[in-house]
């Protein structure tokens, strides 16, 4: 079965950084675009990010480009997102999900960033 | 940016009846290779969303058969044929043709009545 497991999401001040690990397994992880999609509070989805299999082709949505960076690691079935500069707006459950149709999607992971 | 407008925001139902959401594109979604990459997705209370239909019509393995995806072009429907409980939640339509961005619709809140 597919499984995607995000990790790594935390409290943490504005302007601080965090690490978002996703571990996918029940496929084979090299063969897919991988994506970060995030849901604020009571609000909708929103993408974030994603990543092509050999990473030629990445994108970002206009509200990160700059202080986000997504990355994998193939060899070890994980997807990353590296986030800096964080500011409130980024609160938001933090959703991996497989190929760029988001056929499959993890439990996500809470990010929160607050003083 | 491709905007996806969804209708109605909040849709009670009787458990039984039908129930209808609508997903209208600011540009057409038919892609060059002549595909439509129109999905749709359901989140239930508490859950991750969970994709149930694909390309406009093509229902994931596992997803009853009450749920139906049409439209062309611009104008996207999801039909639910019957209602039952567990159908409750917020559903949202979701274009992959035109990228990036990818965009989704406000989603739409499933209620029984």
């Known amino acids: 079965d597919v499984q995607l497991v995000e990790s790594g999401g935390n409290l943490v001040q504005p302007g601080g950084s965090l690490r978002l690990s996703c571990a996918a397994s029940?496929?084979?992880?090299?063969?897919?675009?991988m994506t970060w999609v995030r849901q604020a509070p009571g609000k909708g989805l929103e993408w974030v990010a994603n990543?092509?299999?050999?990473?030629?082709?990445?994108y970002y949505v206009d509200s990160v480009k700059g202080r986000f960076t997504i990355s994998r690691d193939n060899a070890r079935n994980a997807l990353y997102l590296q986030m800096d500069s964080l500011r409130a707006e980024d609160t938001a459950v933090y959703y991996c999900?497989?190929?760029?149709?988001?056929?499959?999607w993890g439990q996500g992971t809470q990010v929160t960033v607050s003083s | 940016d491709v905007v996806m407008t969804q209708s109605p925001l909040s849709l009670p139902v009787t458990l039984g009846q039908p129930a209808s959401i609508s997903c209208r594109s600011s540009?057409?979604?038919?892609?060059?290779?002549?595909?439509?990459?129109l999905s749709w997705f359901q989140q239930r209370p508490g859950q991750s969303p969970r994709r149930l239909i694909s390309?406009?019509?093509n229902r994931e393995s596992g997803v009853p058969d009450r749920f139906s995806g049409s439209g062309s072009g611009t104008d996207f429907s999801l039909q639910i044929s019957r209602v039952e409980a567990e159908d409750v939640g917020v559903y949202y339509c979701?274009?992959?043709?035109?990228?990036?961005?990818?965009?989704f619709g406000q989603g739409t809140k499933v209620e029984i009545k």
């Open positions: 029940g496929f084979t992880f090299s063969g897919y675009w």
């Open positions: 390309k406009v019509s």
């Open positions: 990543i092509k299999q050999d990473r030629s082709e990445i």
């Open positions: 540009q057409s979604l038919v892609s060059s290779d002549g595909n439509t990459y």
């Open positions: 979701m274009q992959a043709t035109h990228w990036p961005p990818w965009t």
């Open positions: 999900c497989r190929g760029k149709g988001a056929d499959y």
